[in-house]
């Protein structure tokens, strides 16, 4: 599957040799360009295949609310995850009202972006790689799993002896099995041991984020395994 093409735009260097250090650690995209204004943002969008642009919207040049309308006119087929400040709610209102995918109110943890980008390649491969006629369940179980990939931090606040750092781990690992997994095979993989796997995946399903189903032996008791809900 050919990588996802993303554009960095944002005036501050460092914040864009950040972006593109967090960039190289999720797999599936690959860095295309850079654009330190809104100028330079349109000439790049005009020259190449851009699938996902990583814009401050309060880029000089660009426009705000206005500029991001703009480009999702001029280019329907590239999407827009918003890095910038929280504190004018009519301007995080405008961009979710104007099709952006995402926003990350900046200072962002790794783990808040890793989950907007993973959340978006779901989106993105489930739209783009469709050929046959969408079934009502088929698209709800895409949209759900966009949304549900989005929330790395658990619904619930984590209970004491559940670490966040560790839950989001399993979390991620989960978003990456195509299969259920147990939680002897979690614990191998994450290098930590069967019990507190089995507590932070038991965590993940009191918050109706993990299904359990049972894979039943010959001899012995049945495994219980885990996988993200749909």
């Known amino acids: ?3 996802l093409a993303v554009l960095i735009a944002d ?3 460092m914040l864009r040799a950040l972006y593109a250090d967090y960039l190289k650690s999720v797999p599936g995209y690959a860095l295309a360009a850079e654009a330190d204004s809104g100028g330079a943002l349109d000439s790049v969008l005009r020259a190449q295949v851009i699938d996902l642009v990583l814009l401050d919207i ?3 040049g ?3 609310v206005e500029g991001l309308r703009r480009t999702r006119a001029l280019y329907p087929r590239v999407d827009l995850i918003v890095l910038s400040e929280g504190k004018d709610p009519d301007v995080v ?3 979710l009202c104007q099709g952006a995918f995402d926003y990350l109110i900046k200072p962002f943890t790794f783990q808040r972006f890793k989950a907007a980008l993973e959340a978006y390649r779901i989106y993105n491969l489930g739209l783009t790689q469709r050929k046959a006629a969408w079934q009502q369940e088929e698209l709800d179980c895409l949209v759900r799993s ?3 990939a989005r929330t790395v ?3 619930l606040v984590p209970p004491k002896g559940v670490q966040v750092k560790l839950l989001n781990d399993v979390m991620s690992l989960l978003h990456t099995l195509d299969k259920p997994v147990s939680a002897a095979d979690l614990g191998n993989k994450l290098k930590i041991s069967r019990p507190t ?3 932070y995946l038991e965590h993940l399903v009191d918050s109706g984020v993990v299904e359990v189903e049972y894979a039943f032996r010959r001899v012995g008791r049945p495994v219980k395994l885990y996988r993200l809900k749909i």
């Open 153 to 155: 931090c658990p619904v």
């Open 197 to 199: 796997a089995r507590r």
């Open 62 to 64: 660009f426009g705000q």
């Open 93 to 95: 209102r405008g961009a």
């Open 1 to 3: 599957m050919p990588s």
């Open 11 to 13: 005036e501050d260097p």
């Open 146 to 148: 966009s949304m549900r």
């Open 58 to 60: 309060f880029l000089k």
